[in-house]
C-alpha cells in the first residue's frame, strides 16, 4: 500500500498530558514524495476509492494502537481518533467494517473515536443517525469534526448520537485579537458542557492561543503544530 499513518498528539490543556492520537494518511507517491490528504482525499471520494482507503486507515490505526499497548501496557488509557468520509458513513457497510477492526486487532471500542465532518451528516441525516447510533452502541465515541464551519444547524446536533467537538481551526485563529471570535469559542465550548460533549481545539499553533483556549476551556482538548506536527509511528515511539 502506497499510504502510511500518521498520528498527532491531542493534549490535556490542563496538564500537559497526551490524552489521546488522531490517525492521519498520507499519500507516499514514488516521484512526488508525501502528499497531504487535502489533495487526495476529494480525489479519492470522487472515485469511490475512498471505501477502501478509509478501511485501510481504520485496520491501520486499530492495528497499531494494539501494537502499542503490547509493548506499553500504559498506552491503553490514550484514544485512537480516525476520520470518516461521508461515504463510508452513507453506506451500510461501515458498523461491520469497526466491529471487525476491533476484533481483528483486540481493540477496546472504549479507545475508538470516529471522526465525521458536520458536512458529511447532513447530506443524508437520518441514515446519518442510524449509523452513528449504532456504532455508539458498540462502545465506540463519535466526535463531530471541524465544528464551526458547516451547515449543520445547532438545532440538529442536539440531536445527534456524537459524544465530541472538535472545533475547526478557523474558530481558534479568529479567537485571537477580536472580542467577538473569542466570544464565538466561548460559546461552543459552554454548548459542549451544556450537552455534556468532549471539546477538542484543533490546529493550535501559538502559545497565545493555547493559553487562551486554556483560559476559556480549561478542561478541555487540544492539537496543533503547537505541541506537536502529525509524526510518524517511529518518532512517536522514541518518545515513550
Ligand atoms: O479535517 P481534520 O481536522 O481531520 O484535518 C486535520 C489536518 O490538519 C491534517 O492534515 C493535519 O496535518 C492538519 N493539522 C494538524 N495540526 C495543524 C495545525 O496546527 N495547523 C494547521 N494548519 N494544520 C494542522
Ligand atoms: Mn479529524
Redesign the pocket.
Known sequence: MCSSDLYQPIIRVCDGQMSGL?ALIRWNDPERGRIAPDLFIPLAEATNLIRPIGRWVLREACRQMNAWTTTHPGLARLDI?V?ISGRQLSHGGLLGEVQAALRDFNLPARQLIL?VTESSLIHDLPTAVNQLRELRELGVRIAI??FGTGNSSLGQLQALPVDIL?IDRALLQAMIGTRSGAAVVQSVVELGRALHLGVVA?GIETAVQAAEFGRISPEGLAQGFLFTRPLDPLDLEREW
Do not use: G, H, I
Open positions: 488522531e481518533a476520520n471522526e469534526d471541524d472538535k484543533e
